[in-house]
């Protein structure tokens, strides 16, 4: 499964903060992937704690996080997501990496959710609908047929389960 991480996982991993155990755990067992974004946050913020360049540059290539660049369609998305997230507090970051997520998991959500989730349901539902519109036209309201559509029930029944014992007495 593919993970994108945001800078604040990063930086718990880097300075082994809490949370840093989850994320060594995601690094270990998946792929992981993070917005060219996060990973400028992430040496603003080791630069500013006198890290060098190199030196967290080393550190971003020991956790093999491969950065992903922000493009035109994220810086868009990023944009389009400032309203509905500026109650939370949401940095440009932020919503790249929520971006990033957004764009990679598109595909899935057109071809998985809607194409085979959305397209079972509903097409189940309108299976459901056709069979309840065909039996409606059978109802007739008269209580004559819908006895002796039971007795026919209970006839074809008795005769499904009483035929492998009857075709065994025939064939003696």
């Known amino acids: 499964m593919l993970y994108v991480l945001d800078a604040s ?11 840093s155990a989850v994320v060594d755990a995601l690094l270990e067992d998946h792929e992981c992937v993070a917005s060219s974004v996060s990973v400028a946050e992430v040496g603003s ?9 190199d030196e967290w540059r080393r550190l971003l290539h020991q956790m093999d996080v491969q950065a992903i660049d922000f ?4 810086a868009s998305t990023s944009a389009l997501l ?8 949401l940095s440009l970051g932020d919503r790249a990496c929520l971006a ?6 598109l595909g899935l ?30 109802q007739t309201g008269f209580l004559y047929w819908y006895a002796l559509v039971m007795v026919l029930g209970v006839f074809a029944l ?8 009857l075709s065994g007495l025939m064939a003696r």
């Open 9 to 19: 996982a990063l930086l718990a991993l880097i300075q082994n903060e809490r949370g």
């Open 45 to 53: 913020k080791l630069a500013d704690k006198g890290l060098a360049p």
């Open 71 to 74: 493009d035109v369609e994220q």
């Open 82 to 89: 400032r309203p509905t997230t500026r109650e939370l507090g």
């Open 100 to 105: 990033l997520a957004r764009g990679m998991g």
């Open 109 to 138: 959500w057109k071809g998985g959710d809607q194409g085979l989730i959305d397209g079972l349901i509903n097409g189940s539902a309108r299976a459901v609908g056709g069979l309840g519109a065909a039996m409606r036209q059978l």
């Open 158 to 165: 008795l005769s499904w389960r009483l035929w492998p014992y």
